[in-house]
């Protein structure tokens, strides 16, 4: 058989744990088979990463800023546990966080929905996807604990020396303070993906912060992404068919879970933290959930939402096989192939990735999947381990 060819490379960082070893088993199985796979391959496992000095991880990000779209494993992020673990020379920060501030990015969540692993809201009959604004706010705030009575103010002193004041408490007793920040840069970036992504995927957005209680904090929210759809957007989306909506994020909340799903839902840092988690809970379980990294430029980073899955992986070095699910990892590859496909104009390398998407569904619903599915699946499910599954996929495409 002629092997799928590639024009450019994709980016492909490797990672740590049971995930490192899904990604061997993916590449065997179901891609360099069909496809020939042009990568230019960092090695982000946490090892490779502490002998670099953790540059291999900047090294990885200026990669796909150069060829645009790239494929992430999960990675350990290093606590004092791991700094045990692994004799680590420092507590190398999160390679996402580094990646995602170089760059300058917006991470894009949503759920792969299969027939008989039903959400728990039965409305939701389309993947909600959570766009969260990962940078500021209580994330990167400033707490003070006060210990008696005094008075707290607000105080900015311009370059220039100026100073603008504002009271924030007379306090009468002990409290509590906290400073937090974000800047118009960052939001403005935030906007932009997000209306790039869903130009991209064709689905409307909504956007929804507390702009009444915070008149001038959220509100700058609202009015940067309303500036800049007017400015830019508006015609690409009334010609695409799409929608942008703003609405208070009570009232979005209430909307969401009376909607049919099928849209993009853009939230500030802290609301996306915890919608995420809400909306994965729904549609079933994380080990389904991919995660796509756009920056207001357009490069594409890929990954599956879920970590390297630990227990699993220490089960493998006592020798047992594991019923890991490697789906979210597929959906990664096959993201980054359809995107790669786009951008070269190789029809053939986008319809790979379709055929192998509907390969994986279609194995699931005819009832044979890993584990953590075949516990929700709704019919006679068949649970195998990793391999059997890939196999299974592998004989379907
Ligand atoms: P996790 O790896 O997502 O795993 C948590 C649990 O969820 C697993 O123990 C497993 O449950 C279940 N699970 C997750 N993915 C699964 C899959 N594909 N198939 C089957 N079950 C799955 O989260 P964690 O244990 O909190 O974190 C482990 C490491 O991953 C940490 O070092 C963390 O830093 C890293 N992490 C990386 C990323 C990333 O790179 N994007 C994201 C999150 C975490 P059972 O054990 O009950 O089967
Ligand atoms: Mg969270």
Known sequence: MQKIQMKTPLVE???????????????????????????EYYDLGLPHRDETGDQVTVDAANAIKKYGVGVKCATITPNSQ?????????????????????LDGTVFRAPIMVRGIEPYIRGWQAPITIARHAYGDIYKATELKVPGPGRAELVFTAEDG???????????????????HNTAASITSFARACFNFALDTKQDL????????SKTY??????????????????????????YFYTLIDD????????????????????????????????????????????????????????TVTRHYYRYLKGETTSTNPVATIYAWTGALRKRGQLDGLPELSAFADKLDKAVMDTIESGVMTGDLASQFQGQAQSVHTQGFLNAVAERL
């Open 218 to 243: 959220d509100h700058s929210f609202k009015d940067i992404f309303a500036e800049l759809y007017e400015k830019e957007y508006r015609q690409a989306f009334e010609d695409a068919g799409i929608e």
């Open 13 to 39: 960082m490797d990672g740590d744990e049971m995930t490192r070893i899904l990604w061997q088993m993916i590449k065997d199985t179901l891609l360099l088979p069909y496809i020939d796979l042009k990568t």
């Open 162 to 180: 100026s100073e603008q004041r504002a009271l924030i408490h007379d306090f009468q007793g002990a409290g509590i303070l906290q400073g937090m």
């Open 252 to 307: 979005a909340v209430a909307r969401v879970i009376r909607s049919k799903g099928g849209f993009i839902w853009a939230c500030k840092n802290y609301d996306g933290d915890v919608m995420s988690d809400m909306v994965a809970t729904v549609f079933g379980s994380l080990s389904m959930m991919t995660s796509v990294l756009v920056s207001p430029e357009g490069n594409y980073e890929y990954e599956a939402a879920h970590g």
């Open 206 to 213: 909504w956007f929804s912060t507390k702009d009444t209680i």
């Open 82 to 102: 791991r700094m045990e673990e692994y004799k680590l020379h420092s507590m190398w920060k999160s390679p996402n966080a580094t990646i995602r501030a170089i």
